[in-house]
C-alpha cells in the first residue's frame, strides 16, 4: 500500500514561486515511480514531472521545462516540485501519484499511475 500526502499549495502571483512536497509512506518506495500531475476546470490532467526513486532519473514537461524542477528528499521520504516564475495558466488543483517502476516512459498518461494524493489547489494571480 502507498500513501501519498501534498502539501505546499497556496496562492502566488505571477513569477513567484511555489514548492509542492509530496510525502511517500511505502514499504518499497525504491520500486516506485512518483509523479506530480496538474489539472486545470475543463482540461485533462497532465504530468508535469516524474522522479525514479531509485536512481534519481526525472522527467519533466516540456510546457515548464526551465521553470519547474522535481527532486526527493531521501531522509524525509517526499518530493518535491518546486516551482518558479509561475503563470496564471500553472493555475490548477496539483496531484502526487505514483507508480511501479517498469514502465519505460513516465508519461504513459495517468490511468498508468496507481495511487494518487488528495490534491493541493495552487492558484497564480496577477
Known amino acids: 500500500q502507498v500513501q501519498l500526502v501534498e502539501s505546499g499549495g497556496g496562492l502566488a502571483q505571477v513569477g513567484g514561486s511555489l514548492r509542492l512536497s509530496c510525502a511517500a509512506s511505502a514499504r518499497t518506495l525504491s520500486l516506485l515511480v512518483i509523479g506530480w500531475f496538474r489539472q486545470a476546470p475543463g482540461e485533462e490532467r497532465e504530468l508535469v514531472g516524474a522522479i525514479t526513486w531509485s536512481h534519481g532519473g526525472a522527467y519533466v514537461a516540456d510546457s515548464v521545462k526551465g521553470r519547474f524542477t522535481i527532486s526527493k528528499d531521501v531522509a524525509k521520504n517526499t518530493v518535491h516540485l518546486q516551482m518558479n516564475s509561475l503563470k496564471p495558466e500553472d493555475t490548477a488543483i496539483y496531484y502526487c501519484?505514483?507508480?511501479?517502476?517498469?514502465?519505460?516512459?513516465?508519461?504513459?498518461?495517468?490511468?498508468?499511475?496507481?495511487?494518487w494524493g488528495q490534491g493541493t489547489q495552487v492558484t497564480v494571480s496577477s
Open positions: 501519484a505514483a507508480k511501479r517502476r517498469g514502465d519505460p516512459s513516465y508519461n504513459s498518461g495517468y490511468p498508468s499511475y496507481s495511487w
